[in-house]
């Protein structure tokens, strides 16, 4: 089984993100307030980046050669973005629901629709039915 292209994935990723997050505004703006809109597309954006890292990392991780693996395992960069992600993310949404308009409902309607996203960009660009062996 092979492993669909960073390239791709991404694109699918952005592609699906923003067109489900394209159809929610109009109706989170309709159905609530123009603040929860404004919340819906930055947790979409907030979930878009923190998915964009989470998948650009499985990747790298997957397609490296096994030498590259041996090599990862010493101490650098990477573990201390790993560690700095996850405060970043909550400090942005503490930004968010603190400084903007944002209502924490819309916010976890963008972070989800980003991972629907995220979900159905696996999907799509997943290798067409390949043969199991039982």
């Not at 994935?9 to 923003?18: D, F, N, P, S």
């Amino acid at each position: 089984m092979t492993m669909p292209r960073w390239d791709l994935w991404r694109r699918e990723l952005y592609l699906w993100t923003l067109t489900l997050t394209g159809a929610a505004l109009p109706l989170a703006w309709l159905l609530w307030t123009p603040g929860q809109a404004l919340s819906v597309a930055a947790g979409a954006l907030l979930g878009l980046a923190n998915l964009h890292l989470l998948g650009r990392s499985a990747f790298r991780m997957v397609e490296a050669p096994p030498r590259d693996l041996e090599d990862a395992r010493r101490p650098r960069f990477a573990p201390l973005m790993a560690l700095v992600r996850w405060p970043l993310a909550a400090l942005a949404t503490a930004f968010v629901l603190w400084y903007m308009a944002g209502q924490p409902e819309g916010l976890a309607v963008g972070v989800s629709l980003a991972f629907l996203g995220f979900v159905i960009a696996g999907l799509r660009s997943a290798p067409a039915d390949e043969e199991i062996d039982d």
